[in-house]
C-alpha cells in the first residue's frame, strides 16, 4: 500500500516540475522576444538618428548620436551610452538576421560617438 502512495506522490511532483519548467520556457522567450521593458523597437524614438547635417562637426555628431546636449559632464555621456549600447546591442536580435545587422551598425556608430566624446572631455 505504501508503494502506491509514493509512486502517486513521485508522479504528482513529476507532472508539477514538469510543467514548472514548461512555464519557466515559455516566460523566457517571451522575454527574449520584447527585449528591455519600456524599450520599444529599435529604429523608433529618439535613437533613430538622421543623416548628418550640412557643416556639422564631428563632435556634433557624437551628440547627436548619443542623444545629448552639447555640454552635458562625462557621467551623462557614460549613462547615455550605457542605455543605448543596452538597446542597441546585436544580441538582442539573435533571431532576425535584418536587425541584427541593422543594430551591429547602430551599435558601431554609438561606439564612435563615445570614443569622441570621451576623447574630448577626458582630455
Same mark, same amino acid.
Given at each position: 500500500? +505504501? +508503494? ?26 517571451? =522575454? ?6 519600456? =524599450? ?6 529618439? @535613437?533613430?538618428? &538622421? ?5 556639422? +562637426? ?16 562625462? #557621467?551623462?555621456?557614460? &549613462? @547615455? ?18 536587425? &541584427?545587422? =541593422?543594430?551591429? +551598425? #547602430? ?17
Amino acid at each position: 500500500m +505504501t +508503494t502506491a502512495w509514493l509512486l502517486i506522490f513521485t508522479n504528482t511532483w513529476i507532472d508539477f516540475i514538469t510543467l514548472g519548467f514548461v512555464v519557466y520556457v515559455f516566460v523566457q522567450r517571451q =522575454r527574449r522576444m520584447k527585449g528591455p521593458r519600456g =524599450r520599444g523597437v529599435p529604429g523608433q524614438g529618439p @535613437a533613430n538618428i &538622421s543623416p548628418p547635417a550640412r557643416g556639422e +562637426t564631428e563632435l556634433d555628431r557624437a551628440y547627436r548620436t548619443l542623444d545629448l546636449k552639447p555640454g552635458v559632464s562625462f #557621467k551623462e555621456v557614460q &549613462s @547615455a551610452y550605457r542605455e543605448l549600447a543596452r538597446i542597441w546591442h546585436p544580441d538582442r536580435f539573435a533571431n532576425d538576421a535584418k536587425l &541584427s545587422l =541593422r543594430a551591429n +551598425t #547602430k551599435l558601431g556608430e554609438i561606439n564612435q560617438a563615445y570614443e569622441t566624446l570621451r576623447r574630448y572631455l577626458r582630455g
